[in-house]
């Protein structure tokens, strides 16, 4: 067994050594996605975008430029991970092929590639969250209101356990 993992860490390290050397990629990394997010955000106008969440039933109204914002940051990072990978796959073929011939088992730089992909894309996407987050930070949702049909004892405990981030949010909730 620690043959394999000793193989498979050997493998996934030089993976994402390959990636680092990658420049630009990391440039796109780090220029593209607030590039990307801030011209979704600004190309947009701010009317808000009329929705029903499913979930709960709620309707709910976000400014289309920060929908788009999202959209484009979540765009951005597949965009890049995809491209990553491609880079990565496309340089390190002979070194792949190398290895191979060379006895080293195929199933363990397969794993090493795919494991590599995981890790980038989740750096990515922290990073792009961590951008988004720069730029528009959402509401928590345990200051969302219940909606209006919940009944009176969840209303007050709502009212009662909403902080000072809640502070004047009413239910809206029309008189029957």
Not at 102 to 106: C, E, I, L, S
């Given at each position: 067994?620690?043959?394999?993992?000793t193989?498979?860490?050997v493998?996934?390290r030089?993976?994402l050594?390959e990636h680092?050397?990658?420049?630009?990629?990391?440039?796109?990394v780090?220029?593209?996605?607030?590039?990307?997010?801030?011209?979704a955000?600004?190309a947009?106008?701010?009317?808000?975008?009329?929705?029903?969440?499913?979930?709960?039933?709620?309707?709910l109204?976000p400014?289309?430029?920060?929908?788009?914002?999202?959209s484009?940051?979540?765009?951005?990072?597949?965009?890049?991970?995809?491209?990553?990978?491609?880079?990565?796959?496309?340089?390190?073929s002979?070194?792949?092929r190398?290895?191979?011939m060379?006895?080293?088992?195929?199933a363990?730089?397969?794993?090493?590639k795919?494991?590599?992909?995981?890790l980038?894309?989740?750096?990515?996407?922290?990073?792009?969250?961590?951008?988004i987050?720069?730029?528009?930070t959402?509401?928590?949702?345990?200051?969302?209101?219940?909606?209006c049909?919940?009944?009176d004892?969840?209303?007050?405990?709502?009212?009662?356990?909403?902080?000072?981030?809640?502070?004047g949010?009413?239910?809206?909730?029309?008189?029957?």
């Open positions: 067994m620690r043959f394999h993992l193989r498979f860490a493998a996934t030089f993976t050594i680092g050397r990658n420049r630009f990629a990391m440039v796109l780090i220029l593209f996605v607030p590039v990307w997010a801030s011209l955000y600004l947009m106008p701010d009317t808000p975008t009329r929705m029903r969440l499913r979930a709960t039933g709620e309707a109204a400014h289309g430029n920060e929908l788009t914002a999202i484009g940051a979540l765009n951005a990072v597949t965009l890049i991970t995809g491209f990553m990978m491609f880079a990565a796959t496309f340089s390190g002979g070194f792949d190398r290895l191979a060379a006895g080293y088992p195929r363990h730089l397969v794993l090493a795919v494991t590599a992909l995981a980038v894309s989740a750096a990515v996407a922290a990073y792009a969250t961590a951008v987050c720069l730029a528009w959402p509401a928590s949702l345990c200051c969302s209101p219940p909606p049909s919940a009944p004892s969840l209303t007050a405990l709502w009212e009662s356990s909403s902080g000072p981030c809640c502070a949010k009413s239910r809206g909730c029309s008189p029957s």
